[in-house]
């Protein structure tokens, strides 16, 4: 461990963090946007449901490498344009939610469903004020997962060229060099455990009746407590 | 008034879920659908707001066809009460309940504010409000369930058994409460159920429909007790048929009999049952004289409690019950403040229970059965 090297080297280490958090945060924000009509989609019309989910994993199977080659001809945009990445990674992003949208909506009671249509709601504010609220803890869970996935994802782009923390981990292959490969390392874990720190807290803000359902869960086992002590555990286990 | 015209309702399987029903559902009274499994009553009640739609013929409600205003206005205008409460587990009991109003543009403050004198109404501590739905009770739901439908304050009120997925004494509370509030707001009630003594409970009228969706009888409970359509609604209402259609007959004409009382401290005397007051009068339960130990004064230990109490209006069926629990064999009677009045025995029950069967066989009891239905005991 070099650590005179870090020292020098710290404004750049610093910026290369600062990108590699960009291009792992806006892919999400632009993915999760997009995933919710689809997902609802896919939620609300059986039909759909196979071809897109299918779709989504295939879009998944494709070599992230391969894909920051092909886009820039797509897209007709530089190679080294970071949007390449961006774009590439919301593909992904929307490859891992679409489904978990759809998984999420299906575990809307339907009872609750069912008031919300009596109630008279119109389809597009029940999605938004009842079905995506009530679906957020398990879509937040999905939005987890391609948070983190993402952080690594984005260090490939090092091989095309787009500065981040993995271009530190090229740096380091290229000069037979361990400092910068550790650096990376460990921006990257760092940068994920703190982006999934605050996505936790962001459902926990966004939730705060999931931890009032717990309460009345703690209140429901301390019934079952007492009820033990009055007939032995075997029958309440029973 | 709610019309159903010809209303049917076929599945592209073939299924018959409503065949040709027609009906008017009075204003301002409670109609029970009821039926066993598979006889479309849900469906039927499903088809009035119109989240089901009819395969065939029209549902009027006041004359103007429910396909006349969209769906989600209609909807709005109508009170719907589900099963298992359905209260969305994301928003606090206030703001549940001021669901509908919020809908309709009413100020979310002005909403919450009429939501909490709202859950008073149902019998529920407005503290409550600020809970989630996961923090209350079975019981506790429903009645925010029954504030959420009442919020918008709809004519029309629609409820798809509502109180069978609770408890027997929570259910009982609930269907109490539910006369009560009918009772001051007589709003237009469609109630669904399977259970006829619920039907009988809180309906007045009864739409016993046959499975394949055929209504087989449609009449006041006292009715379909008395003369049954046919051998479907015979077979349906049960055996107990001739017992429950007691409820409908009032005991006013049972012989009260003078019962001596004693108080706690007094010392039995005599060798049978002996009624034990408090000092204004109102029972507190029975003492066996042969039984207690001689010149002893009588602790509230030795009370055997007694049964259903006879109060003023209460219906043959109560006083047959009294008579029934009592363990003297002898039923209080009280009058309008809880206070010993005498005594009623079974047999002259009996003797009031076949005069009347007797005297009106088939025909609906005299007084409103509005009012009867609502009887139960004191």
């Known amino acids: 461990m070099n650590w005179a090297w870090i020292d020098s080297q710290w404004p750049t280490i610093w910026q290369e963090f600062g990108q590699h958090v960009w291009l792992s945060v806006l892919p999400v924000l632009i993915g999760l946007l997009l995933s919710i009509p689809i997902g609802a989609l896919a939620h609300r019309y059986g039909w759909l449901r196979p071809p897109l989910v299918t779709l989504a994993g295939l879009t998944y199977t494709i070599p992230s490498l391969a894909l920051f080659v092909v886009l820039p001809g797509l897209l007709g945009t530089k190679i080294l344009d970071p949007i390449n990445v961006v774009v590439a990674l919301t593909l992904y992003t929307v490859a891992l939610l679409v489904r978990t949208v759809a998984d999420a909506l299906d575990t809307v009671p339907d009872d609750v469903r069912q008031a919300a249509l009596a109630m008279g709601y119109r389809p597009v504010r029940q999605l938004l004020a009842v079905d995506l609220p009530v679906a957020a803890p398990v879509i937040g869970a999905g939005v987890r997962v391609a948070t983190v996935s993402n952080v690594s994802l984005v260090a490939i782009a090092a091989l095309i060229g787009v500065p981040q923390l993995g271009s530190l981990f090229t740096q380091g292959f290229q000069e037979d060099f361990a400092t910068p490969i550790i650096v990376g390392i460990v921006g990257c874990l760092v940068l994920a455990l703190v982006l999934d720190l605050l996505i936790v807290l962001a459902i926990r803000l966004l939730t705060p009746w999931q931890r009032a359902g717990r309460i009345g869960r703690r209140g429901r086992s301390a019934a079952a407590a007492e009820l033990a002590e009055v007939v032995g555990p075997a029958e309440v286990i029973g | ?378």
């Open chain 2, 1 to 378: 008034m709610i019309t159903f015209d010809a209303v049917s309702k076929r599945y592209p399987d073939g299924t018959v879920a409503v065949n040709e029903l027609t009906m008017e559902i009075p204003s301002g009274s409670t109609t029970v659908l009821v039926g066993p499994s598979g006889c479309g009553k849900t469906t039927s009640l499903r088809m009035i707001n119109r989240m089901i739609d009819p395969s065939a013929g029209r549902i009027l409600i006041d004359g103007t066809d429910v396909t006349a205003v969209p769906a989600s206005r209609l909807r709005r205008g109508i009170g719907y009460v589900i099963q298992n409460a359905g209260l969305f587990p994301h928003r606090t009991v206030l703001d549940n309940v001021a669901t509908v109003p919020v809908l309709t543009g009413t100020p979310r403050a002005a909403a919450r504010r009429e939501a909490a004198a709202l859950l008073e109404r149902v019998g529920l501590d407005p503290a409550l409000g600020r809970r989630y739905p996961a923090q209350l009770s079975g019981g506790q739901q429903q009645r925010v369930g029954v504030a959420r439908a009442l919020a918008a304050d709809p004519p029309i009120l629609l409820m798809d058994e509502p109180f069978s997925a609770v408890d027997p004494v929570v259910r009982t509370e609930l269907q109490d409460e539910l006369l009560r509030l009918q009772a001051d707001l007589g709003k237009t009630i469609v109630f669904v159920t399977h259970d006829i003594d619920e039907a009988i409970k809180l309906g007045d009228r009864l739409a016993i429909l046959a499975v394949g969706g055929r209504l087989a009888q449609f009449a006041a409970p006292s009715q379909v007790l008395a003369a049954p359509a046919d051998d479907f609604v015979a077979g349906f209402v049960g055996r107990d048929r001739g017992y429950r259609a007691l409820s409908f007959t009032a005991g006013d004409g049972i012989a009260v009999r003078p019962e001596p009382t004693i108080r706690i401290g007094d010392v039995p005397t005599g060798a049978d049952w002996l009624l034990v007051t408090d000092d204004d009068g109102h029972p507190r339960g029975w003492v066996d004289a042969a039984a207690h130990p001689g010149g002893t004064p009588v602790a509230e230990a030795d009370l055997r409690l007694g049964g259903t109490l006879l109060g003023p209006g209460g219906s043959v069926r109560t006083a047959l019950d009294a008579a029934l629990s009592s363990p003297s064999g002898r039923g209080v009677a009280v009058d309008a403040d809880g206070r010993v009045t005498g005594s009623i025995r079974a047999a002259d029950v009996f003797a009031v229970a076949e005069r009347t069967a007797r005297d009106e066989p088939g025909e609906p009891p005299v007084p409103a059965p509005a009012v009867l239905s609502k009887d139960r005991p004191a």
